[in-house]
Structure formats: C-alpha cells, structure tokens
C-alpha cells in the first residue's frame, strides 16, 4: 500500500536522499549534479510549489511538486515534478504519485499540466506520462545534456484535466 500525503518542511530530511540520488546521476533533471541540500529544498519545496511524500510501510520512497506552469494568465495549467528512489523504481510509486497528483491539481483547480522538460531518454517516464493522458507536444532538439548520451532532445508533455473536471 502507497499512502501519500502533504510534505511539511520537517520531511525535507526523508526527501533530500532521493532528490539526491535522482539529480546526482545527471540523466533525468537539468539540476547540477552537485546541487546542495539548501537548493534542492527551495527548488522542491520553495515558492508557490505544494510537496507531497509517497509513503510505503511508514518509509518516504517517492516525492512530487506540484505548483502553477507560469504566473498570471498561465496559472491555470499545473507543473508537477516526480522522483522515485532508485531502489524502487518500477514498483507502482510513480504511478500512484502520478495518479495523485491529477486528483490533486483539479482540487486545487488547475484545468491542465504541463511538462516543461522531460528528456527523451527517460522512456520509463515518457511511457508512465503517456499511459495517464499526456501527449508530447513538442520536441526541444538537443535541449538537455545526458552525461553519457550527449546531447538529446527534451519533451514538452501535456494533459488537459478538462475530463476528471
């Protein structure tokens, strides 16, 4: 069982090692691979963004952000950013935060979500955004620099929420 939940600034301890081990290998997020715990937690957890933790027996194994695209005029569409522990990639927590995450930002009354940046080498989160309504609505060439790939497109990837309305 999953159970995931609001994120206070107290579990900013149980994310920092999967933001960490996520943004340290370099493949998946633009953040320098040396960010610093200090700017990891105004990144995930500053500004307009609402954090939430993924709990699987009483152990965070999973984050999200979730805050508006763009201010003004563009607050109707929602970001959202996800990270899994690497040690348990592949067992449903991206899925489930996912799955969460639309729920919660027709609450909060975002119409749509966008993602501004999804690497084209990230197949399991391509393939993850597509199976819960997200097209690619575009292709940003060479946008990201993979540490081993060179550099590789990036995704724009977008869903209206217009049918959980």
């Avoid at 990144?43 to 027996?57: F, V």
């Avoid at 152990?59 to 990270?83: E, R």
């Avoid at 080498?121 to 609505?137: D, M, P, Q, S």
């Amino acid at each position: 069982m999953i159970e995931i939940k609001s994120a206070t600034a107290d579990d900013f301890c149980t994310i920092w090692p999967i933001f960490h081990d996520v943004v340290s290998t370099g493949d998946t997020y633009p953040y320098p691979i040396n960010t610093s715990r200090n700017e990891a937690k105004v990144y995930w957890m500053g500004g307009q963004s609402r954090t939430y933790i993924a709990l699987q027996h009483s152990i965070t194994c999973g984050t999200y952000y979730l805050k508006p695209n763009q201010p003004g005029s563009g607050d109707h569409v929602a970001n959202a950013g996800f990270m899994v522990a690497p040690d348990v990639a592949g067992s449903g927590i991206g899925t489930a935060m996912v799955e969460h995450s639309l729920s919660e930002a027709v609450r909060l009354g975002f119409r749509a979500m966008q993602f501004n940046l999804v690497v084209s080498t990230n197949i399991r989160a391509i393939a993850l955004w597509e199976r819960v309504g997200f097209h690619i609505t575009g292709t940003l060439p060479e946008a990201f620099r993979h540490p081993t790939k060179g550099f590789v497109d990036a995704h724009v990837m977008y869903r209206s929420l217009k049918d959980r309305i």
